[in-house]
Structures are given as structure tokens and as C-alpha cells.
């Protein structure tokens, strides 16, 4: 599948955009559905005052409410970048309706967007978007150029070796992408008292469906960020491989980085692009070194219930379902309400996602 339509679809029509295109969504336990309270935890992190704003450039890629959030605490200007056409279109017309001048709107693929300005923007704010670009790197080269020296820029990104990435990942051996409709269908049917544009809907397609979701180890990130001449002021440290067993929701810190660097850069993107690692992300299934058995013993169970469905044994239906039982046990929509959930913390997380994937292969397809 072409990576730049599917990515524009999935996130134009099927999850974030539809929700946020009209703004924040009321606080939600154990979401981010108002980018609010993020925002303003990391410009705590960066040290900046409201009185700040008003001498501020700002630099977002997003489906628009975190720029329209900025604009609205009165920054100087805000560029906003998607990659997504009726997401930008949404924000150009929020600001004729207003009469908005300091918004400046481009709808490009940031991996390959030549024209931001260098060294300019005071503030960068990347929340969920590092890990959907197909190439990462030659993306970081860009803003980090845009970078004003003592400028500060935040970074999520996907962190390998963490639970919930793992089940994702065990969820994509599973998934052909024929079964998109049933998965939006039948998990809004179960989740969300069938409301397809809703928070959980947005969460399954996005985690089920994008074409990329690269996982990083923060070294390899960090290691980017030296080589194009910046810094991180801010990150918390966790540099473990993994942690499955961990009963909190991000089982695994390490996943939001904060950079500043001090000189101007003068860099050739495409020359330094070539030097950077974070190319693609760590392979969740192939590329850890587990030490636990019963971890390799679910990938194989994983692997045999994939081959079991293309030899006919298994209905699509009942990989979707099986696929959609999985989820829960790292993010149903309301975690503390799922059995499923509930069941990882009192007995383990692999123990229960062993039970559900052998249950499954002994009672749900016919015995061999
Ligand atoms: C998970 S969503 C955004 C979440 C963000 N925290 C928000 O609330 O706006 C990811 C966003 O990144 C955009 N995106 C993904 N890949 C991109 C790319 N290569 N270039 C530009 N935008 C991209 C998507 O279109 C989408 O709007």
C-alpha cells in the first residue's frame, strides 16, 4: 500500500482527524484527548511563561489543535504542517473564519519538505509524529535545522521494548489489511456502543492499520540528535531493552525527549541524512533479545494462528475478534473497567496473552 495516501487516509477519515479536526475533546482518564494539559506539562519542561508566547515561532506538525492551541495562548507566529489535506484545509479555514493571520499552513510530507526556514522557530512540537514518517531521519535533519539556536523542541516517539508496542506488534502478524472495515466496524460495535468516530475507534485504526509505526531505542535517537549538532536537555534516563511485566499503562519510560543545540546549523540535509540511524525502528518480534520463554512462545503461537488463517482453518471474522480481545489487554478504553486488562495485572501480562492465544488455537480452530 503507498505509504503517503494510506498514512493521508488513515489519518484524514479514520482516526485523529475526524475527532480533533473541531478541537479538544473533554479530558478523558488515561488519554490525551485534550492536548491541553501535554502542551502545557512540556512548556513547563521547557521553561516558558505565558508572558513568553507573544515573542515565540512556533513549529507543529499535527492534525491542527495543538497549532490552534498555541495560536490561541498568543504566540507570534505557528507553522503547521500535515501531511493530511483535509486536516490542513480544516485549520485554513478555521483562520479565514476568524480572521487568523498568524497560522501559516502547509500540507507536505515533512520527509521530503524543503522549504522550512532555517534556525527560526523558537519552539518545535512533535507529539505522535516521528514514528509515522517512513523515512524518520531525513525528517529530524529538517527540523532540526529549522531549529533556532536556544531554541527548545519536544519529541515523542514510539519506545521499543514497550508492552504495549509489543502486543501491536503481535496484533500485525495477525492483521491483513482486507479486514480494515470489520476491525473499525466490530471494534466500534464492542468499544464504543458502535460510534465510529470515536476516541477508541481513532486509537484501533491508528495502532491496527498506519503503514508506519517505527519503535526506537532512545540511544538511537539520541545518537541523531549529537549528530546534527543538538543536545537533549530533558529526558528521564530509562535506557532499559524492555519491561514487559510492569503493571503501569506506559509499562516503560524513555519515550519523550526534549533538545535544544547552540549553534546555527549549516548542514546539507541530504548529506547529513545519510549519516543518521533512525532509518526505521527495532522490529518488535525479530530484533529483541528476549530472555523470558513465554515470550518467544507467543510469537510462535502468533505466527502458527497467521498460517492457520491463510491455510482456510480460521475465519477473518475471528481474527478480527481475536485481534480486538488482544488490545485489551494494553489499551481498552477504560482500563480499570476490562476484565481482560485486569487479568494482566493479576497474573501476568505474557500468562495472559498465552492463555488467549493457545485457548484459541485448541478450541477456537477445529483440532487438527
Ligand atoms: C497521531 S496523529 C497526531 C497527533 C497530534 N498529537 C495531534 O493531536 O495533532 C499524527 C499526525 O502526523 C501527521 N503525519 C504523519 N506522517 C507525516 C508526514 N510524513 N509528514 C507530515 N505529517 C505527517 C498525520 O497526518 C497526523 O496528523
Known amino acids: 500500500m503507498d505509504y503517503q495516501r494510506f498514512t493521508q487516509y488513515i489519518y484524514g477519515r479514520h482516526a485523529w482527524g475526524p475527532l480533533f479536526r473541531q478541537g479538544d475533546l473533554p479530558p478523558l482518564e488515561f488519554t490525551d484527548s485534550d492536548s491541553s494539559i501535554y502542551i502545557e506539562e512540556s512548556l513547563e519542561v521547557m521553561g516558558v511563561g505565558d508572558d513568553d508566547m507573544k515573542n515565540l515561532d512556533i513549529f507543529n506538525i499535527g492534525v491542527g489543535r495543538e497549532s490552534i492551541y498555541f495560536q490561541k495562548k ?54 505522535g509524529i516521528y514514528q509515522h514518517i517512513k523515512n524518520p531521519s531525513d525528517a529530524l535533519a529538517r527540523i532540526v535545522k529549522s531549529l533556532k539556536p536556544k531554541g527548545k523542541m519536544y519529541m515523542g516517539f514510539y519506545r521499543s521494548g514497550e508492552w504495549k508496542y509489543f502486543v501491536i506488534a503481535i496484533i500485525r502478524i495477525l492483521l491483513e489489511e482486507n479486514m480494515f472495515s470489520k476491525v473499525k466496524k466490530y471494534g466500534a460495535i464492542l468499544e464504543s456502543f458502535g460510534e465510529l468516530n470515536h476516541y477508541q475507534t481513532s486509537r484501533l485504526m491508528d495502532d491496527f492499520f498506519i503503514p508506519c509505526m517505527h519503535k526506537f531505542h532512545p540511544n538511537d535517537i539520541i545518537s541523531d540528535i549529537k549528530k546534527l549538532g543538538a543536545s537533549v536537555f530533558y529526558f528521564d534516563n530509562d535506557f532499559r531493552e524492555y519491561n514487559h511485566e510492569s503493571n503501569e499503562y506506559f509499562s516503560i519510560g524513555g519515550d519523550r525527549i526534549y533538545i535544544s543545540k547552540e549553534k546555527e546549523s549549516n548542514y546539507e540535509i541530504e548529506e547529513i541524512s545519510k549519516n543518521l540511524i533512525t532509518k526505521t525502528g527495532i522490529d518488535q518480534i525479530t530484533e529483541v533479545n528476549y530472555k523470558e520463554s513465554i515470550i518467544s512462545e507467543n510469537i ?67 483440532p487438527i
Open 300 to 366: 510462535d503461537l502468533a505466527k502458527e494462528i497467521r498460517m492457520r488463517y491463510e491455510l482456510g482453518e480460521v475465519s477473518s471474522d475471528e481474527i478480527v475478534l481475536l485481534t480486538l480481545s488482544l488490545y485489551n489487554l494494553t489499551r481498552p478504553y477504560k482500563p480499570s473497567e476490562c476484565e481482560y486488562y485486569m487479568e494482566t495485572k493479576r497474573i501476568g501480562r505474557h500468562k495472559v496473552m498465552n492463555k488467549i492465544l493457545s485457548n484459541f488455537t485448541k478450541q477456537i480452530i477445529a
Open 74 to 127: 498568543g504566540a507570534k507566529s505557528v507553522t503547521y504542517l500535515d501531511i493530511c489535506p483535509e486536516n490542513t484545509k480544516n485549520v485554513i479555514k478555521y483562520c479565514e473564519n476568524k480572521s487568523i493571520k498568524n497560522i501559516n499552513v502547509i500540507n507536505a510530507n515533512i520527509q521530503e519538505y524543503n522549504h522550512l526556514p532555517s534556525n527560526k522557530f523558537d519552539i518545535i512540537f512533535l507529539c
